[in-house]
């Protein structure tokens, strides 16, 4: 049995995570016990009457920020209780999120979020912090939807979430390549048609043509994913026609002379 993988959120605004673990995949995933989900009220780390959460910034300036006791004693509250998480606190200028630091945190039992909001948090809060993590290069009004991203792009990667791993494999990045198109029935919609290989019920012809679809959109669109991917000898020979503007079909017609002028490193 796989460990669970516990998330535990620390928040002003608890009520964000309800649809979120309420919802799909990740419901499925907490009813299997494979994971849980953990808003914290940082108000309930407060010590005042007021239950302040928030002060105003040294130096002067608009905006306030978030204090740094309340998150403090809800880390001590959780290794009091046994925990000791991986610490990630999201920041716009924290280490860009994408599917390889996805891989790397669905490895990790146990993970805090911190959520930022006005104008973030107390810099002495990053001494329990492992890692900034930013979700893209634009603000948002605080942390709690980066967190969302995160936990939606982890949890399904821990195995047995997503039903067929087959899908995982197929998604986009997961081989540092993009997605191959799909269609479902009706075959023919409007006087759109699926393309003919899908349905001629040659699965090895449909695997070539899969990957010649995810090469193709990955040198259309993300170049620079191709520098990085695994790419084997007949992927080069398919990017080599790609480039040149071929089709699927001149390909498989055309493949041994593409062969011959196609060369390692060459897109
Ligand atoms: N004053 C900050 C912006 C604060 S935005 C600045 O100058 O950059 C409020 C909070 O939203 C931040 O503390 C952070 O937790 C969260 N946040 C904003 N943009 C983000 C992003 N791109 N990725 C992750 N978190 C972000």
Known sequence: MEKKKSFFIFTIFPQFFDCFKNVGIVSQA???GLVSVEAINLRDFTSDKHKTVDDVVYGGGPGMLLKPEPIFRAYDYLKEKGHNPYVLITEPWGRKFNQEFAKELSKKDEIVIICGRYEGVDERVKTIVDEEVSIGDFILSGGETAA????????????KVVGDENSLRADSFSDGLLGYPNYTRPSEFMGLKVPSVLTSGNHKLIEKWRRWESLKRTFLYR???LEKANLSDEDL????AIKGGLTFDDYLKKRKEIKKRTKRKNF
């Open 30 to 32: 907490i009813k299997k």
């Open 148 to 159: 969302l991203v995160i936990m939606d792009a982890v949890i399904r990667l821990i195995p």
């Open 223 to 225: 170049k620079d994913l």
């Open 237 to 240: 020979i398919m990017l080599e």
